[in-house]
């Protein structure tokens, strides 16, 4: 994604601490206080300019959605269109993915979400990718059991590295398609990205990976 | 694949005994004396008229190959090609894969190969997949330890379902390519339908599947 400076972004995001939490340890394991109810709770890791999760918090009332997004001057355009869109099941985490241990609960979060990510395409930058193992271990601390990962991306090599990184963790892949926009998959709601690159024509992948129970693990 | 209706064609694989095993179960746990040599032994399900296996076997004379096919009258060229090059570490069963365990003993094959399999994409007929579990479950018994597949297709659905199925039954893919012949992999050895639809512009996807073994299913 290419970052414009933007230094007014980070007295933005302060000014609006109902929307991007502050402290989001303290909230940990109780989300559901912040929002003020009982829901799922359904994350996204690198969430970017936030127009997949506006478009779900839009389509999905019933869910608790939290974006997290380690550039201010990205996140700062995902917090507008929340606020824009007058959505009250939509929190952003001004954060890296990499401490999501500190935010959430063991079991906490029902669904994640992975969305055109960067794909660190060296070899020796295998372990930012957000695919990566040590990024699915802690995946898998946050999500309840049969909680699972929804992702997508328009990277053949980044998708091709995740499949061999999902099976290898023991994950399990479910609805694999390698052109969503050509597929009879129902409800997709697209990122920025995606729409630029469905224009052009190239395929989007996707998947959605689930972690083994640990009956599913034993019975293997 | 079209199948033309041969006659002649369980005569002259009658008159090859050579090179078309009869009574296959009787060399179980022996194929190493069939070969007259110890070596690996690869085998491919569903071999067609056996330009990928007749290839393999040409640039890999420290291999023994069998190839497996059902069908009489696509046999039958696969026969006359392994006759034609003279190869003395190819044989071929004209049989079921169904009955794969009646041919080889527990971890016999070093390694399997699907190409091009019948996708059979009706829903009702997954079963009949070579990539559905209980084919698997086979696989598995007569591979050894670390014993792989390698898988190969131009069918997007069949491909998609395969690598769910390899997956959920805890195999680990290796070498994913979406597009193998715009890939850096080397060696590729076409089968004939590759041929054919790589001439299309169509894109061959490829993967390697790997069964887990007992530690690293314990380690899950």
Not at 13 to 36: E, L
Not at 82 to 96: G, I, P, Q, V
Request: contains cysteine; hydrophobic residues 35%; glycine residues 6%.
């Amino acid at each position: 994604m290419r970052l414009r400076n933007k230094p007014w972004a980070r007295d933005a995001i302060a000014q609006n601490p109902d929307v991007v939490i502050q402290q989001p340890a303290t909230w940990k394991g109780n989300w559901h206080r912040c929002f003020g109810r009982q829901a799922p709770l359904y994350i996204e890791v690198g969430t970017g300019k936030g127009q997949f999760l506006t478009g779900m918090a839009k389509h999905h009332p019933e869910i608790n959605f939290i974006g997290i997004e380690r550039y201010e001057s990205v996140l700062v355009t995902a917090m507008e269109r929340a606020k824009e869109a007058e959505l009250t099941n939509l929190k952003f985490l001004s954060e890296d993915v990499y401490d999501l241990l500190d935010f959430f609960a063991d079991g906490e979060v029902s669904r994640l979400f992975i969305n055109f990510t960067d794909p660190w395409p060296k070899k020796r930058h295998e372990k930012r990718r957000l695919t990566y193992k040590d990024f699915l271990a802690k995946y898998e601390i946050v999500l309840k059991e049969k909680g699972d990962i929804h992702f997508k991306t328009d990277n053949q090599g980044l998708f091709e590295y995740s499949l061999h990184s999902f099976s290898k963790y023991g994950m399990i892949l479910h609805n694999v398609s390698l052109d969503l926009h050509n597929s009879d998959f129902e409800g997709n709601i697209m990122t920025e990205y995606e729409e630029k690159f469905a224009k052009k024509g190239m395929r989007i992948y996707r998947c959605e990976a689930q972690f083994r129970t640990n009956e599913e693990s034993h019975n293997l």
